[in-house]
């Protein structure tokens, strides 16, 4: 009998190291350029995730919307076809509009100042709010400050705004802003804005200097105001019911790594744009 027992724990015990032992593949789908500072916190994050769990937790990418426009990334790592994700506030707010709140126009008066609330409080607020929607949130990362484009006239005053047609995302914070200086504005696809710029089917839109760098804009756009008007991040998020699939120290090494990402983005953000 004790032979027996002693011969089934032997096995339990040989099950469940093989069961921690097995490889998790992770897809992490995101929007930003390859030569962006969020893919290669991407990278990092991979890389160390790897190493840390000893290749137990792989993650593949796919970045520059690889797997889709940003809203359909999120409704796909929502619906568990995609593994984790990095939206924005605004790509958040179709969901619970408390992340909208982070875009209200002029909140934040530096980086610093984003970085503190955000880490913070507004977390703890949001968190549970994202796990009602599928969605465990692991950090903030970073996107930048958004500045205003056009190719028709320099800005100087809000004045200058008036009359101009700009894109926006289909964001209220943003497009209020827009249209309160006096703008006329319309929804592109992020995607199929240089070629509307390069048309002229709008005559200047708005991003964080990151975004009109990596993407080229500058080659469509004569004029660049830094308005700094509104405040975006990058905020990584994983499918709910693959997060509970992890072990407890697979959890932790995958927070550790996510929190480090942010970090290492959010200074490279800020040294490009200086």
Do not use: C
């Amino acid at each position: 009998m004790l032979r027996n027992t002693l011969f089934t724990g032997l096995v339990l015990t040989a099950s469940l190291t093989a069961a921690h032992a097995q490889e998790v593949t992770l897809r992490l789908a995101h929007f930003a350029a390859e030569s962006h500072p969020g893919h290669a916190a991407s990278v990092q994050f991979a890389e160390n995730v790897a190493a840390r769990t000893g290749g137990e937790v792989k993650i593949e990418l796919y970045p520059a919307n690889q797997l889709g426009s940003p809203p359909e990334q999120l409704e796909q790592t929502i619906l568990g076809a995609i593994d984790m994700n990095l939206p924005t506030h605004g790509g958040l707010d179709k969901y619970d509009r408390a992340f909208g709140t982070a875009m209200t126009p002029f909140a934040f008066s530096s980086y610093q100042h984003a970085h503190t609330v955000l880490d913070g409080e507004f977390t703890d607020w949001v968190s549970p709010k994202l796990e009602e929607q599928g969605l465990v949130m692991l950090s903030h990362w970073e996107y930048g400050f958004r500045n205003i484009t056009n190719s028709v006239r320099p800005i100087n005053t809000p004045e200058d705004v008036e009359g101009l047609k700009l894109r926006t995302p289909p964001e209220l914070q943003i497009v209020a802003a827009m249209e309160g200086l006096g703008a006329s504005t319309t929804q592109i696809a992020f995607p199929e804005l240089p070629n509307a710029l390069n048309q002229g089917v709008v005559q200047g839109q708005e991003n964080p200097i990151g975004v009109i760098y990596h993407y080229n804009l500058n080659d469509f756009q004569e004029h660049l105001a830094l308005t700094r008007h509104v405040y975006n991040a990058m905020i990584h998020v994983v499918n709910k019911d693959k997060w509970e699939q992890l072990s407890p120290n697979q959890q932790r090494i995958l927070r550790e790594e996510s929190a480090k990402a942010g970090a290492m983005m959010r200074a490279a953000v800020q040294a490009q744009e200086a």
